[in-house]
DNA sequence: AATATACGTATAAAAAATATACGGAACAAG
DNA sequence: CTTGTTCCGTATATTTTTTATACGTATATT
């Protein structure tokens, strides 16, 4: 049996108890009754479910700490974000302020993303009043939206842009959410997107000013051994890449030594 | 009955019944079905359950289009992230490359972490082998842990350094993780930590280089009407703040106004 | 010793979910 | 027009999951 034969709610619950003996090294029922609201009974059968799971290193009870104990070569189940990771480790209780930095929040218009979802899902083209960063003018164009993208923190779209006759990434809120969004069906095949269809591989390094201590951290970090790190992305996305892992900034640690494209 | 009052698997899958009808502004049972794997007449009976929850502008189910869609003033009863948006919005089938740009990936060594959790749940000093960016050198020294924190992206421990005799910000990748970990009691009460119990509260507005229709747009990009966006952190984290919010990047969209302080 | 807190197992009952069937609505194809 | 397909809701019997309760063991504390 694997985690992909278990019922929704069960295979949460044991992706959650990956997770604690991963992270936290020790897990108890308590753990699960706490998180998820089930009972005892139930949490005892998930913990007989988890070892079923486990073939090498399982977790064994400790009567002394009154807990499961991970083995020193526990190899986790599921895979870990970050964000996941804090919330394993993080023991706030709720009402206090929080131990993680807020996110600077971005704002969605419903009504833009309705629009939008609408003629993607059924191919139609729309017209969209949009504010120019450059020139700060809003105007009218039609585009025809092929995919949400997503940066990492804002949502963008792409799509094929009738005013410039080529595809664009476009902000969702540089549309004015007020406008009624009128759509039509799109008379002929778009041109085919090459670059939302090309591979862009770039590789990375630790920045070169780094000293050869600090580079081996950087590597730690980024959790990579070799000399590069490679990163596969669509190339309608690589306008948004140096960007995102903060290689423009002041005291960048990674750097990025070459990219290649494949089409895909 | 309100989303606290159902189990964790039904409230999940309401929660994304109501995320559906905010960003795509329809919603099938083939959605849920799809998404978690339950039966049509399971789907069927949530439909109804959300439906229940909803006092005002209730979504009604439209023939033509064979789903149900969202009134025109629909409220969302529950929040989403970005993240979450993007997972409702998203249409890609499974094996093709992603839409999203990757985050840069962040290693966190589960023998470090794990030591850390031990150390600040049983509150006890721990000896780590820590290597100084500043130096490069990796020296042992004593801390005592007190909490995990993120920045969004990587997850720091906030400690007292018996070195510096002070509060500081570790980084757990800096830590060499094949160390053995010694432990030890904390015998003194630990100083109280200023920075960690007092609240930045931070005003930030649209960089004054930008052009009035330029700001208006980032105002809407990041959801605030009036002339200033106000942020509360910890002062202990205020650190991270400018770099997680782009603050010091060329072409900032948002700069600082002023900061306050207030004890908690 | 008694108590508190952890564990597992067992059983009866309740809740949630499934499998199956039926009828209705809307649309497309013949 | 009829038929087939795809969506919906509802109903019912059945299965699965979960809960409530009870009991016994182990460990630490009072």
């Known amino acids: 049996m694997t985690l992909d034969n278990l019922k929704h709610a069960q295979r949460q619950r044991l992706v959650f108890l990956d997770r604690c003996f991963t992270w936290r090294g020790v897990a108890r029922r308590r753990d699960l009754t706490e998180r998820f609201g089930i009972s005892t009974a ?3 059968n998930d913990f007989r479910t988890y070892l079923s799971l486990i073939t090498q290193n399982a977790p064994e009870y400790d009567g002394h700490l009154k807990a499961y104990v991970a083995s020193p070569n526990h ?3 599921a895979a870990s974000s970050m964000l996941d990771v804090f919330g394993v480790l993080d023991i706030a209780s709720g009402d206090e302020l929080p131990a993680a930095l807020p996110r600077a929040k971005r704002w969605l218009d419903p009504r833009v993303a309705t629009a939008l979802y609408d003629a993607i899902s059924n191919q139609r083209k729309l017209r969209i009043a949009y504010t120019s960063m450059s020139s700060g003018e809003t105007a009218p164009q039609w585009v025809a939206p092929t995919r949400f993208t997503f940066d990492g923190e804002s949502i963008h779209f792409r ?3 009738y005013k410039r006759g ?5 902000h969702p809120a540089r549309i004015e959410p007020e406008d009624n969004f009128e759509t039509d069906e799109i008379e002929m095949p778009l041109q085919f997107d090459r670059e939302w269809n090309t591979k862009s591989v770039i590789w990375l390094r630790p920045s070169a000013n780094l000293t050869t201590a600090q ?7 980024f959790g990579f051994s070799g000399d590069l790190l490679r990163i ?3 190339q309608a996305l690589e306008f948004f890449f140096d960007h995102r892992w903060g290689l423009t900034e002041p005291g960048a640690r990674l750097e990025r030594v070459k990219t290649e494209t494949i089409i895909l």
Chains 1, 2 share one sequence.
């Open 42 to 44: 139930q949490a005892a």
């Open 75 to 77: 190899q986790p189940i």
């Open 159 to 161: 799509a094929f842009s």
């Open 166 to 170: 080529e595809y664009r990434n476009f």
């Open 215 to 221: 580079a081996a951290v950087v590597r730690r970090e």
């Open 232 to 234: 596969e992305i669509r």
